[in-house]
Nanobody, 123 residues
Framework: QVQLVESGGGLVQAGGSLRLSCAASGRTFSNYAMAWFRQAPGKEREFVAG????????YYADSVKGRFTISKDNAKNMVYLQMNSLKPEDTAVYYC????????????????WGQGTQVTVSS
């Protein structure tokens, strides 16, 4: 049973930073891409950032490029999302996701999901 567990969410003021973590367990994640998605109230879930299995390639939504950084530690089966210069519009539930193969931006391509962690940015 694959399990993804996010942590690190919380309340932060605009301009602040948060670091989200995603712990993966239940199988060997060789050749699995990882990604972060988010869903704001009343909106559809959207891609935020993705990273290839080896961590050699990363991908970002335009809205977070230059502010967020995705990284991973394969030895620990961990994925991270460092979020800087946070804005109120970054408020959402953030989800960790995994899929076999290359990282993509389409949520339908991801097989495994965490339960989400709430990030709230106050103005």
């Amino acid at each position: 049973q694959v399990q993804l567990v996010e942590s690190g969410g919380g309340l932060v003021q605009a301009g602040g930073s948060l670091r989200l973590s995603c712990a993966a367990s239940g199988r060997t994640f060789s050749n699995y891409a990882m990604a972060w998605f988010r869903q704001a109230p009343g909106k559809e879930r959207e891609f935020v950032a993705g990273i290839t299995w080896r961590g050699t390639n990363t991908y970002y939504a335009d809205s977070v490029k230059g502010r967020f950084t995705i990284s991973k530690d394969n030895a620990k089966n961990m994925v991270y999302l460092q979020m800087n210069s946070l804005k109120p519009e970054d408020t959402a539930v953030y989800y960790c996701a995994s899929r076999f193969g290359v990282a993509t931006t389409a949520e339908t391509n991801y097989n495994y999901w965490g339960q989400g962690t709430q990030v709230t940015v106050s103005s």
